[in-house]
């Protein structure tokens, strides 16, 4: 008999049997350790142990935050992937987290706001997942989630997401010919039953943390001396992005306060100028006031990274633009003097040619190897 069908028939007599063991709610139990004559939970046979693994990072990016309650391992990463492209993952097995993340648009999904399952549209726009494992400030646009690992939690049971409960989940898991092979080299596990949501989760945030993007234009003209600029990517670069040349009280698009080099986004949490509200408390999304439970917070997003911005429009949090042009235009305007907003934002006098200068640079952190790089593609095509 194929094991699924034998792990479902043995849940379906426990679920029946009450004297018999664990609630089948509880996953981080066995399935029936105590049941005589129950032909529960056989061990997993295979590699137990896994091989460590070091991130390659060039010289010239941050130095990466590294999890200790979550070591890199080859087996981990390769587990993470699966499970990162696998339908298995959502309700009746029919959505993935890359269906929102797409490795051709930089892990984004080119929607204003991200849609779940059914079409259910979400509050937000899908973020991308470059370079997390430099992001010391919390996972979200508000930071909600203090840990990656913790964030993939969320996602599989949000009802505007994958909308499944994280019992079918594991019971799918559990169930398949491979994954349990896979976790027992992951994590040196025995049985199927030691399947846990934190080591699904765990060997997710694993396989993100390799998603480094550090090979653009940019990088190459900057860091590596192997290209060079065009004239107007030059002038959007001096003149218009980098601060250190600018006279003091000169306005400028200072976009390197906050989306500074080599990252392009220091992921603090700033109110960049976007509504226009009477009072603190009127801003729609409150953003990382609701995490940190500071008003003064209400409105202030994560400042992301502009790395390949030019695959991962719309735009912000909720995706209100549509192009860098208008993001360009939004800054030049200089917000709306809202209390909280940063000081950063002055607005600018902008013509034509420095717009078009400064989409010209934005447009050369693309990294095109990303796209394609089969590390991070979807194993199961
Ligand atoms: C329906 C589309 C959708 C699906 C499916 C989805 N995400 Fe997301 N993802 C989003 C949205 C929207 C955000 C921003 C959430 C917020 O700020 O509240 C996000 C944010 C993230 C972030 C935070 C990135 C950062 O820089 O802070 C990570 C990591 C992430 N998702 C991973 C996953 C994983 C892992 C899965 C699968 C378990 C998944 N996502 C499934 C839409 C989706
Ligand atoms: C005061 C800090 C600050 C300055 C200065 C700043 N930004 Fe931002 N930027 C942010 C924050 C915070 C967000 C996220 C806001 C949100 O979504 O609500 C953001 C978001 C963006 C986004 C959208 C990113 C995405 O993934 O959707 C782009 C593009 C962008 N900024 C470009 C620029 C450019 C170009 C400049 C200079 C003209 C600039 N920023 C200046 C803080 C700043």
């Not at 040349?245 to 698009?253: D, I, M």
Request: proline fraction near 6%.
């Amino acid at each position: 008999m194929p094991y699924r069908i034998l792990f479902l028939l043995v849940s379906l007599s426990l679920a029946s049997l009450s004297a018999c063991g664990p609630d089948p709610e509880d996953d981080a139990q066995p399935v029936c350790p105590e049941c005589p004559g129950e032909p529960t939970d056989p061990l997993i046979t295979g590699p137990s142990v896994a091989t460590d693994y070091e991130l390659e990072i060039a010289e010239y990016m941050p130095r990466p935050i590294l999890d200790e309650d979550n070591p890199l391992t080859r087996e981990g990463i390769e587990l993470g992937r699966r499970l990162f492209y696998d339908k298995i993952m959502g309700r009746d097995s029919a959505f993935a987290c890359a269906d929102c993340h797409r490795q051709e648009r930089a892990f984004t999904d080119g929607r204003t706001l991200a849609v779940g399952v059914d079409g259910r549209e979400g509050r937000r726009n899908a973020m991308s997942l470059v370079n997390l494992v430099f992001n010391g400030s919390g996972f979200n646009w508000d930071g909600s989630s203090v840990k990656l690992w913790e964030q993939a939690v969320h996602p599989v049971e949000n009802m505007f997401e994958m909308d499944e409960d994280w019992a079918n989940v594991l019971e799918r898991i559990r169930g398949s010919d491979d994954y349990p092979q896979r976790f027992r080299a992951t994590y040196g596990i025995d049985r199927r039953s030691e399947i846990t949501q934190e080591l699904v989760v765990k060997a997710i945030a694993q396989f993100e943390s390799t998603i480094i993007s550090a090979d653009s234009h940019f990088d190459r003209v900057f860091f590596k001396n192997t290209e060079f600029f065009t004239e107007e990517e030059q002038l959007g670069a001096d003149s218009l992005f980098f601060v250190e040349n600018v006279p003091v009280g000169a306005l400028h698009p200072g976009c390197g306060h906050c989306h500074n080099a080599p990252s392009f986004g220091d992921n603090r949490f700033k109110n960049n100028g976007l509504d226009d509200v009477a009072s603190l408390d009127d801003f729609r999304d409150k953003g990382f006031g609701a995490v940190s439970g500071s008003k003064f917070d209400n409105g202030k997003f994560r400042t992301p990274t502009l790395r390949n911005i030019a695959l991962t429009a719309p735009y912000m949090h909720d995706g209100r633009f549509t192009t860098l042009a208008e993001v360009v235009e939004h800054y030049a305007d200089g917000g709306h003097g809202v209390e909280n907003e940063d000081p950063n934002i002055t607005g600018f006098p902008l013509t034509e040619r420095k717009k078009r200068a400064l989409v010209a640079f934005l447009n050369s952190l693309t990294d095109e190897g990303l796209l394609t790089d089969p590390r991070f593609s979807d194993p199961f095509e």
